[in-house]
């Protein structure tokens, strides 16, 4: 007798090759990648992020001190730039001279500003290269295939049997609506139609199936040997 399993979501025999074990699976993982996931990932986002953005801000920040100096050094360079400052920019010299000095001085601060523009847009540029480096020192790590966790997990050790529904919870459920339907007088749902609602509601969903062989994943150990 073949003892394989049907599908567990649509009752076909095992060889039907019917792919909703293998879709319920893949919807169970993104969900349970979601919950595991989720949080740990927006905290490796945030931290990536702020040292990323610190290590970009302190190399720009160097790179606009250094040209800032140099800009002060070329100011001060300039014939009568210590006189022009020393009489706010009205100093006793020919008018020619000045000109040119404020000139000098307009196309230094621009020139400032462009140097600046550019460090700064080069900085910016870096944030791929400089994310992916921060990335790259979050280590996530597997725990051994032989350790005991992953070999024994803290549950089911003799398996999933099947349990049924819980009729104690299923009969408390449908005396309770008989008394909420006395009490408005309401039409409500019958007794059958009740069952089969809470039956829905107490099974919940489906329990993960195991995937047929060829989903894409290995088959698990088992379902094929009894
Ligand atoms: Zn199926």
Known sequence: MDAAPN???????AYSE????????????HQAEQRAM????????????????????????RLKTTRKQAHSAYLASLPYYTVYMQYSGHPPIHP???AQLQAQIGEAHAELKRGIDA??????????????YFYSLVEVRMPSDRS???REPPFAVAGYADRGYDHSRLEKEMKKRKQR??????????EDQVYSAVG???????????????????????????
């Not at 989720?38 to 920040?61: K, P, S, Y």
């Not at 460090?119 to 992916?132: C, G, I, N, T």
């Open 38 to 61: 989720e949080a740990r990932l927006a905290e490796i986002r945030d931290w990536v992020i702020a040292h990323a953005r610190m290590h970009i801000l302190g190399a720009f920040e």
């Open 148 to 150: 005991p966790r992953v």
């Open 18 to 29: 019917c792919s909703c074990e293998s879709e319920r699976l893949q919807i169970a993982v």
């Open 96 to 98: 020619m001279a000045i």
């Open 200 to 226: 829905r509601h107490l099974r919940g969903p489906p329990p993960v199936p195991t995937p047929p062989v060829g989903g894409g994943y290995p088959p698990p150990p088992g379902r094929y040997n009894y």
């Open 7 to 13: 599908c567990a979501i649509c009752n076909a025999p």
């Open 181 to 190: 339907r006395e009490r408005e007088g309401s039409v409500g749902l019958r």
């Open 119 to 132: 460090d700064w847009r080069a900085s910016v540029l870096r944030y791929p290269e400089v994310l992916d």
